[in-house]
Every structure is written in structure tokens, then in C-alpha cells.
């Protein structure tokens, strides 16, 4: 039989010349990231085919490369469905292999840990000219970082790069995801409806505004809110009258001072981005006094006089290490962690709003800073925790202006309970025999598996925030039932004891229980969350 000369559709050689090109791109991507210290990984091409199929990929889904099962495992004659045939694909992105890696690899990367990935992928899709099967993709992440800070990093480590490779007078777009929900509620859609909007929204650039009317029409949304929101788009411009505009439009439904500043600040290209897999880009950065960069002083070929800036302090790699710690397992992180998926139950959309608004939890906040973090943080000496906890909430949880989400501080918490808590459950199993004198945490710990239920305190259902164990616990937690607590058995023993999850067993440490029935209190019915935390911190 002749040779096939050509590459398979949508595929295509690369050629030496090409190659030399593309070398020399790479190179520079793996220099520049890794000045800003991002680590190269690498996971395989081929991924399990629930994760490929888990609903965090989108249209992709619908394009995966799927590979039948082998040997004694493929049954054609007994095959019912797909599933039957077909264990294993082709990854469509990087993501959703990164989601997998962290989740398998937590415990031995630092926190928070900066991946580059730089590899190739595969979609079924239509070849045409520009567009193949399979194509490199490069992606870099910051896991474990909740401030905006991780954003500031990755827009500097990239615009850095585009300059690198000579591309000039490009434009960074930074949106608000406060005035999309204004819009989307304004039009008169469901707020549970919001994603699924977005996604929809997201197609605007390939399908255009016709296309993203037919589609939310399938979805069964009214003509009349799909005209106004889309009509909406047309009219707003990417300058200082879009706001203006989005002021006037939107006044019933968007927090007044919020158009009201960035229309004094002249702020342009306002129109919202939101990605496939449901996340935004924010409008504008909050440039606030309380913030910290802690450098390792070693730099063999000299450096910039780096402790000029505001709040940057140049240190041994020790100092730098206690640093982060006192951030990220005592004084701010377990915070966010502890509260953020309880103001989810409670219908808390901002952060800063929920402590600003509700004492219970401002209380539980500080329980855990201050009550149950700083009796046991280990002091870098370059910063004093005490007074890091205290420019938290004097200065920067009052600031309404931070924008940041109960829901965004729920993303992947299953990821970050042994470092957030765990560390602190073993420093008072260290100093005092056990943890029982813990309160707070054990309740954040509570709050976050009530908020696995994907259940509010009002018995209404919303979307769990992406974690790579949401399937796995909800699988776990499928017999318990919101309003009937005799439904909770034993579901939590595998997870509290779960050494990998929290860095230690919960039983043994003496929290177990307490977690167990502040759990069970969470259940009793409409209220029953919101009445736990104010008997454990009231």
C-alpha cells in the first residue's frame, strides 16, 4: 500500500526553518516567566475521561479526541453507551490537566505554587485555513494566591513578554464583573442564570450578537430580556460615555458610587470579559496601602533598589519563608477560606460587604485571626503579625471598594484546608496536647463542607465554584438532605480524617466531633446556618 504523504487533516509538519522560529519563542516564553518565578510542568496528553468531560471545559467538550479502552477491557459486544467504550482522551486545553496535577501534587509544591505549561493539544474541530487539531498551547497560573495580586503578576509577567518579542501598542483589558451582573439583572435574567449567560456571552466573538440570541433562546430565556441585554452591547462604547452610559442605564441595579468613581476617573474600555470556564477580568486594580512583597535577597548579577517601594522588604530566604506562612496560614488566607463559602450559604455576593454588614461573621473573622491564628504564628521579625491582622481590619476588609467574592474565595478550597487550617490545627495539637480549644476554625471548616451541599440558608440551590474534589465530595454527600438532619450520618469521617486533605487526622486531633455537630446544626432547615454561626461566635 502507497505511503500517505500529507499529515492527517488538521494536523501539519513543521518544518526546520519554522522549527528554529518556534525554538527561539519557547526559549524566551521559559526565560521571561521564569524571571517572575513560574515553574515549567508538564502533564501527559492523555487525561482520564471524566475530567475531560467534568463541565468546566465548555464547547470543547464537545470536540474531545477519545480513545477506546484496550484489550480485555473493550467489550464491544456488551456496550450499552459511550462509557462502555471509552475511558481515556486527548486533553483539549491545559487546564483542566493543571486542575488534576495540582490536586495529585499539592503537598510536595510550594504554596503559592507558579505553574508554566507549555505543550501541545487536540480538538475535533472543522480544519480551515489558521485553525488546526493540533496546536501548542501556553498557560501560566498562580494556585494559591486569593488577592488580586496574582492578577497584577500575571499581566506584568506578560506584557513583559509581548515587549519581548517586539509587539508594541498593545491594549490590556480590564473589566468589572459587578457591572455584567448589573446588566444581565437589569435585563431581567434569573441571577442562578448568570453563568450560564456568560458562557453564552463569552461565544460573542465567534458567533456574533445573532448567535448569542438563538443560543439563549435554546436556553429558554424570555426574547424580551435577551433584546434588552444584547441591545445593551451595541450601545455601550469603550470610552468614559460607555460608563456614563452604564450609569444612567443601570442606576436601579449597580451600586451608585461604583459608576460614580470610575467616572471621575476616566476609566475606558469597560465592556466584560468572561472566560468559558466562568471566570472575569476585572475593570480596574484597587491600588491600597496594605500590601507586602517580601524578596529573598540573592541576586548574583546585582539588582534595583528594590526596598525603595512601598511595603517591599528584602530578606533571607528563611524570613521570606515565615512570611508567607504568617500570610497564607494564619493571618489573611484562613480567613478568606473560613468565611467566604459560609457567605455563599448566606447570599453574600461581596466579601467585604458580608463582614461590613453582618456581625456574626466580622466576629468569626476576627476568632480567627486574632483568637485562634496569632497565639500560635511564628513571627518572621521583618513584619509583626499582630499588626499585619491589624491593618486587615482597619484598613482593607472596610474597603468595599476590594470587589472580591464570597463565591471566587470558595474556588478550590478543597486544595487549600491543610495549609489554611491544618497547619494551625497541628500548632495547637503541638503546644496544648490537642486542638479542642479551637472554635472558629473548626466552624470555617464546617461552613465550607454545609457549602458543598450547594444549598443557600434559604433552601435555594446555586453553582458550586470550581474545585477539582466537587464531584468526589458532592458524591460523598449525596444522601444528606438540607432540613432533615437524620440524612447525616457518617459522610464526614472519611474526609476530617483524611490526612492527605488536612495534613492530619481531625479525630485525633480533637475537632473531628465538634466539626460533626456544628455540621449537623447547619442542617436543621431554613436559618439553621446563619443561627450555628451566631451560637459559636454570638
Known sequence: MALKKKPVTGMKDI??????????????????????????IETPGVEHIENLCSKQGGDNEKLIFKILKRGEKLKLDQAKEEADLVDSGLRYDLTVPLSRYYSNNSNELPGPFKALQMGYVWRADRPQRG???QFMQCDIDILGEPTYMAEIELVLATTTLLGKLDFHNFTIRINDRRILKAMAEYSGFPKESFDTVFIILDKMDKIGLEGVAEELEKEGFSKESIDTYLGMFKEITSDIQGVRYCKEKLADVLDEQIAADLEELGVENMQPVITGKKTYIAPFVNAEKPQYLVIEDS???GRPALEKGFGVYMADRNTVNLSERMKVTVCLNPVHSATGPLGVVLGYDLFAHMLNTNEDMMKMARMVAYGEGLPVVADPGILSPQAFVDELFNDRFPNEYLGDTNLRLAVDVSQMVGIRFGETVKAY???????SKLTAIPLG???WLRYMLAVDDAGNKYELAPDPMNE?????????????????KDQLKPILSNERLFFT????????????EMFREMLAGPGAVR???HKYVG
Do not use: C, W
Open 131 to 133: 485553525r488546526f487539531r
Open 15 to 40: 518544518l526546520p526553518k519554522e522549527m528554529e522560529v518556534r525554538n527561539y519563542v519557547t526559549g524566551l516564553i521559559r526565560e521571561t516567566y521564569g524571571s517572575f518565578g513560574f515553574t515549567s
Open 531 to 533: 443561627a450555628t454561626i
Open 445 to 447: 471548616i464546617a461552613g
Open 429 to 435: 495539637v503541638k503546644r496544648f496536647g490537642d486542638a
Open 299 to 301: 541576586f548574583p548579577n
Open 472 to 488: 468526589e465530595l458532592q458524591e460523598q454527600f449525596k444522601d444528606i438532605v438540607v432540613g432533615k438532619a437524620e440524612t447525616f
Open 505 to 516: 487526622d481531625l479525630y485525633k486531633d480533637g475537632v473531628g466531633e465538634k466539626i460533626e
